[in-house]
Structure formats: C-alpha cells, structure tokens
C-alpha cells in the first residue's frame, strides 16, 4: 500500500507542476506582491483539485461529464482566463507596485486559485480517466483504502508543491531584473490568453 501512495504523490506531482493557467497566475501575483500570495493561489487551486479529486475517485466525474454541466464550466473558465490574461498583459506594459493590502491581495489571491481549479472543464476529464491509471499500477477494482490512500497521496504532494513553487517564484521575484518582470508577465498574459481561446473553441 506505501508503493501505492507513492505512485499518487508522483501523479500529484506530475499534475500540478504541468505548466498551466495556476502557475501563471501564482507567477504573475508571485512577481507582484511575493512569498505569500503565490502559496495562496496555490493553496486555493487545492479546493478545485480536492473537489474533481473527490468526484473523480468516487466515480461521479462521468455523471459530471455532460453538454450541460461542460459548457457552462467551459464558458465561465473561458471568460475568466480572458480577463486574467488581459490583467497579466496591462501588467507587462505597466509593472504593478506591491499592493498596499495585503489582506485584500492574500484573499484575491486565493480565490483566482480556486476559481481557476474548480471552473477547468480539463479536470473532469482526467479524473473521469483516473480509474485507467490506477489500473496501470496494479489495481484494476480499487476499494475504499484504495481511493483513500491515492487521495491522501495525491493532496499532499500537492500540498507539497504549494510551497515549493511559491518558494521558486519568491526566488524568482528577487533574482530577475524588471526587464525579466516584464517579460514574464507578457508570456503570462499570452499563455492565459492562449487558453482562455482553447476552451472557447471547445464551446463551438
């Protein structure tokens, strides 16, 4: 049971370091206001990643996987990434100065991270497809202990990397000249842009 936590740790890992729409925006607030709200947006996509964890592992992400429930995730997370990316681009062409509140920001900060994780269509599909993976690990009829123990091992390594890609960001923040600042908000802003078109053409 140990090699299978550690089989979901790793598919933690994998999941959440894939580049994405909460990485570029842990990197643009992480650049703007440092440490603490980079974890939080962080910390906030794990309300999304718990919930299609839940449903996935429970199996209720099939049921969830209909026109009438992926459209309207698919067109509110289109709209959101659209208005993230704009925020992200303005910021490149104007760096932002640290927010003045930082209560307001760490709540800001939060939120986009769940609002970005629980409105990604993308989850239901591969929590829908988890059943698959665990079968490529050794169990093809996985019972309770099982989805208890992958779940457990999938939220600590994202747990884990909350604090590891906000520590990298911080790093980053300090290290890289305004230039770089720039730079990295314009690729944020057209990665989210990027995305935010990718999910519009799923609604078409």
């Not at 992200?88 to 900060?109: E, K, T």
């Amino acid at each position: 049971m140990f090699s299978f936590f550690l089989a979901a740790m790793l598919l933690g890992f994998v999941f959440n370091a894939a580049p994405g729409a909460v990485f570029s925006e842990t990197l643009r607030r992480g650049l703007r206001d440092g440490y603490k709200p980079a974890l939080l947006v962080q910390i906030g996509s794990l309300v999304g990643d718990a919930t299609w964890a839940a449903l996935g592992l429970t199996g209720l992400a099939l049921l969830l996987d209909s026109a009438q429930i992926r459209y309207p995730l698919t067109l509110a997370s289109a709209l959101y990434l659209t208005w993230l990316g704009y925020q992200s681009l303005r910021d490149a062409h104007r760096p932002p100065q640290p927010s003045d509140d930082g209560q307001v920001a760490a709540g800001g900060a939060f939120a986009a991270g769940a609002a970005l994780s629980l409105t990604n269509p993308q989850n239901i599909v591969y929590w829908a497809a988890m059943g698959g993976a665990m079968a490529a690990i050794g169990v093809a009829q996985p019972t309770p202990t099982h989805l208890a123990v992958f779940f457990a091992g999938f939220m600590v390594s994202s747990l884990l990397w909350c604090f590891i890609c906000a520590g990298l960001v911080d790093w980053f923040r300090r290290a890289a000249s305004l230039l770089w600042h720039r730079l990295t908000y314009a690729a944020c802003g057209v990665v989210l842009l990027g995305l935010a078109g990718m999910s519009a053409m799923e609604l078409m």
